[in-house]
């Protein structure tokens, strides 16, 4: 099944546009769809995930933290711009996503060009040095920009006095740094949130812990979400230490199931696992992009959000699914459990619903 008919199958998608708390809700009350793969369905909340679990299952978590990524500049003639600060590169360089202010949030720019200079609130500038990822030509239209950053105060300090969250229309209004980090944020870094853990609560992770179900993190430092729409993820900065890889195997060895809150975490672990099954430790920047045609080493299952049906994320929840038994006369699981989350209304995007997928 390719990514245009589950465009064709959708209904309708209605966004999240605030947290869930400012809907009367706790985080871990949004809803929670479960696939399994024998095509059956279920619609709980997420704070029903312990029965959705069993003991000896591990979930591993993203603890990257969520940078105030989002910053006002100006070009050299003066036009105002908003830059988003991405992922970090070697030779304390970044990514930066030069983007339009519009009534809401903002829009793609592509106007920029190399070699231009933006100027940043407390006297701080941003040098464009090239395209991102570059092909040779500096001339070609980019949203995406490898820069040069000089700031007057130390870069997570100068984010937090005068950046923002970084915020697209589907949310109309702009919302605190704190909604945008989950439980397991420890390590500041992502220029978006790592979205699926947002449900979590310290109360809920207690009862899962209770439920003999363990918990481990990995760090992956996320990137701007919005290119995602065609291109491929680009390289992004991460990090699995010597403990959840020997979690990860000894989850596996003992027949229990790993299983990733977010598709960051699958990039991660699939990146530091070979094809014996094996997760071993390491950390830098990973370019692994996951297809359906490739199997997953690592993991049984995958607690996401919603993504839009021409994201790239849909091919990774393919690549979970890669084997999985025909639905005879119906459409395939993935498309299935969309046409469920479309019937039920779920909300999509960072404050809204979850998706358990399960593979055994």
């Known amino acids: ?115 231009e200079t933006l100027k940043l609130a407390g006297g701080g500038r941003v040098r464009l040095l090239a395209p991102y990822p570059c092909a040779g030509d500096l001339r070609v239209e980019s949203r995406l920009w490898a820069a040069a950053l000089q700031l007057a105060l130390p870069f997570d300090e100068y984010l937090d ?31 978006e949130m790592p979205s699926a853990g947002r449900p979590f609560t310290r109360e809920l992770a207690d009862t899962l812990i209770d439920a003999g179900v363990s918990i481990a993190a990995i760090t992956l430092h996320t990137g701007v979400s919005s290119l995602e729409d065609h291109e491929p993820p680009y390289e992004e900065r991460f990090r699995v230490s010597r403990t959840t890889a020997d979690e990860v195997n000894d989850t596996h060895a003992a027949g229990g199931r790993v299983i990733a809150v977010g598709t960051t975490v699958v990039r991660a672990l699939e990146t530091v696992t070979d094809d014996r099954g094996v997760t071993h430790p390491g950390e830098g920047w990973t370019s692994l992009v996951i297809t359906p045609g490739a199997p997953l080493h690592a993991i049984d299952g995958l607690l996401t959000g919603l993504h839009e049906p021409r994201a790239s994320h849909l091919a990774m929840l393919r690549a979970l699914l890669r084997g999985s038994p025909p639905l005879r006369g119906r459409p395939s699981l993935l498309e299935e459990a969309y046409r469920e989350a479309f019937e039920h209304q779920y909300l999509w995007h960072e404050f809204g619903d979850s998706h358990l997928i399960l593979r055994g």
């Open 1 to 115: 099944m390719g990514s245009s008919s589950l465009t064709l199958a959708r209904p309708g998608v209605r966004h999240a546009t605030e947290p869930p708390e400012a809907r009367g809700l706790r985080r871990d009350e949004v809803r929670l769809l479960i696939s399994h793969l024998d095509g059956s369905h279920e619609h709980r909340r997420f704070n029903e995930l312990p029965g959705a679990l069993r003991r000896g299952d591990l979930l591993v978590v993203n603890d990257s933290a969520t940078l105030k990524a989002s910053l006002p500049a100006a070009r050299p003639g003066g036009s105002r711009v908003e830059l988003h600060i991405s992922t970090e590169l070697p030779g304390n360089l970044r990514t930066v996503e030069v983007r339009q202010p519009d009534a809401v949030a903002s829009q793609p720019f592509r106007a920029a060009l190399a070699g």
């Open 161 to 191: 006095r005068f950046g923002a969250p970084i915020r697209y229309g589907h949310v109309p209004r702009p919302w605190p740094i704190e909604a945008y980090q989950t439980i397991f944020a420890r390590h500041s870094g992502s220029a």
